[in-house]
C-alpha cells in the first residue's frame, strides 16, 4: 500500500524537489481547482448538546489551520457523536460499576463485565481513527509538521543550473 498523498506545496515545504518547475504548476493547478469551501462548517442537527459543543470546539480550534472544510463537517460529526456516546457509556460505568450480575438460562447469577465497556472500546477505536485524520493527536500532528529547512550553501552546480 502506497504512502498517501500530500499537498504540492507541504511537498516543497519539506525540501523535497524531484519535481519539475511544470510539474510542480500543474499539481497546484490541480490542488486549486479542487479546492472545497469552508463556509458551511456548522454542527448538524442530529447531533446532540454535548456533541454540539466538542463541534464547535474542535472547529473553533482548528478555524487558523484552514484545513476544515464543508466536506469535512459529516466527519467531525461522527468524531463528535462518537465521542458524546463515550462519555455517556463512561458515565454509566462509573454509575453501574465494571461487574454487573447477569443470570444465565440456568438461572445461576454471575458478575460478568460490563456490556458497555466492549462498547466503549469501539467508540474510542473510531474516535482514534477520526482523530488521526484531523490531526487531532500529537503524533498526528507531527506526521503533517513542517520540518525546519537548512540553508545550504550556493554550489557550483547550483549557480550553473539552478533550481533543475
Not at 45 to 57: G, I, P, S, V, Y
Not at 78 to 107: F, H, P, W
Request: proline residues 4%; aromatic residues 6%; glycine residues 4%.
Amino acid at each position: 500500500m502506497g504512502r498517501k498523498a500530500k499537498p504540492i506545496t507541504l511537498h516543497l515545504l519539506e525540501g523535497k524537489k524531484h519535481l519539475t518547475k511544470a510539474e510542480i504548476e500543474q499539481r497546484l493547478a490541480g490542488e486549486q481547482r479542487f479546492a472545497i469551501a469552508s463556509d458551511k462548517i456548522k454542527p448538524p442537527k442530529w447531533l446532540n448538546k454535548t456533541a454540539k459543543k466538542e463541534f464547535n470546539r474542535i472547529v473553533k480550534e482548528m478555524a487558523e489551520t484552514g484545513l476544515l472544510t464543508n466536506i469535512d463537517v459529516d466527519a467531525l460529526a461522527i468524531y463528535c457523536d462518537a465521542l458524546s456516546q463515550y462519555i455517556e457509556c463512561c458515565k454509566i460505568i462509573e454509575r453501574e460499576g465494571l461487574m454487573v450480575e447477569y443470570t444465565n438460562k440456568a438461572a445461576e447469577t454471575n458478575k460478568v463485565p460490563h456490556p458497555l465497556l466492549s462498547k466503549k472500546k469501539q467508540l474510542f477505536e473510531q474516535m482514534k481513527a477520526i482523530a488521526s485524520e484531523f490531526g487531532f493527536t500529537p503524533s498526528a500532528r507531527a506526521k503533517i509538521a513542517i520540518p525546519k529547512q537548512e540553508e545550504k550553501e550556493e554550489t557550483k552546480f547550483d549557480r550553473l543550473f539552478g533550481d533543475v
